[in-house]
């Protein structure tokens, strides 16, 4: 079975860091590519960055470009998404997501695909 657990999230301040990590397990990992999306309240959920396993591409939505980095640890089957200059927009629930290929970063076309339970990031100002 397909599982995927989301951890790293906090409370920081505007301008901070933080690691975000979704531990992987029951697929092939390199078959697959893994993205991250979030969701505040009252929005849509909406795609940040994403990484092909097996080429190690990655790509990144609009406001994650220039802060946030995607990286992965295949021994560890591991994908960590690095936040830098954190803004309290960028407050939200942050879900990893898996698919057999490199979709575009657009909740829609991942919805069939796997989830993880979310990890809560609070950015104050």
């Known amino acids: 079975e397909v599982q995927l657990v989301e951890s790293g999230g906090g409370l920081v301040q505007a301008g901070g860091s933080l690691r975000l990590s979704c531990a992987t397990s029951g697929f092939t990992f390199n078959d697959y590519a893994i993205a991250w999306f979030r969701q505040a309240p009252g929005k849509e959920r909406e795609g940040v960055s994403s990484?092909?396993?097996?080429?190690?591409?990655?790509y990144y939505g609009k406001s994650a470009k220039g802060r946030f980095t995607i990286s992965s640890d295949n021994a560890k089957r591991t994908v960590y998404l690095q936040m830098n200059s954190l803004e309290p927009e960028d407050t939200a629930v942050y879900y990893c997501?898996?698919?057999?290929?490199?979709?575009?970063?657009?909740?829609?076309?991942?919805?069939?695909?796997?989830w993880g339970q979310g990890t809560q990031v609070t950015v104050s100002s």
């Open positions: 997501a898996a698919a057999v290929i490199t979709r575009p970063l657009k909740a829609s076309l991942w919805k069939d695909d796997y």
């Open positions: 990484i092909n396993l097996s080429t190690g591409t990655t």
